[in-house]
Nanobody
Framework: QVQLVESGGGLVQAGGSLRLSCAAS????????MGWFRQSPGKEREFVAA????????YYLDSVKGRFTISRDNAKNTVYLQMNSLKPEDTAVYYC???????????????WGQGTQVTVSS
């Protein structure tokens, strides 16, 4: 069974940067579109970004466009999320997962990992 392990979160000031990593075991991620989601207290988990298997086509939540960059290194079986110009509203637990798009909705397909906490102070 696939195991997803997110890392790289932490506490940063507004305007700062973080780079999240998603390592997977049990499957070769090059076969799948992968994405990032986030969830803050009292809110539903929301889609943040996704990349197709080729890594050449990406998708982003409107509020993070121009600030976040999703990428993947298939040789390392790892997906990344570079987050720049962070805002307090970005505070959440961030998760990675295989993603499938249904119309305009992105849905995680595998069991969720632990996630990594990102906290942005004002």
């Amino acid at each position: 069974q696939v195991q997803l392990v997110e890392s790289g979160g932490g506490l940063v000031q507004a305007g700062g940067s973080l780079r999240l990593s998603c390592a997977a075991s049990g499957r070769t991620l090059s076969s799948y579109a992968m994405g990032w989601f986030r969830q803050s207290p009292g809110k539903e988990r929301e889609f943040v970004a996704a990349t197709r298997w080729s890594g050449g086509i990406t998708y982003y939540l409107d509020s993070v466009k121009g600030r976040f960059t999703i990428s993947r290194d298939n040789a390392k079986n790892t997906v990344y999320l570079q987050m720049n110009s962070l805002k307090p509203e970005d505070t959440a637990v961030y998760y990675c997962n295989r993603v499938v798009q249904y119309g305009s909705t992105w849905v995680g397909q595998w069991d969720w990992g632990q996630g990594t906490q990102v906290t942005v102070s004002s």
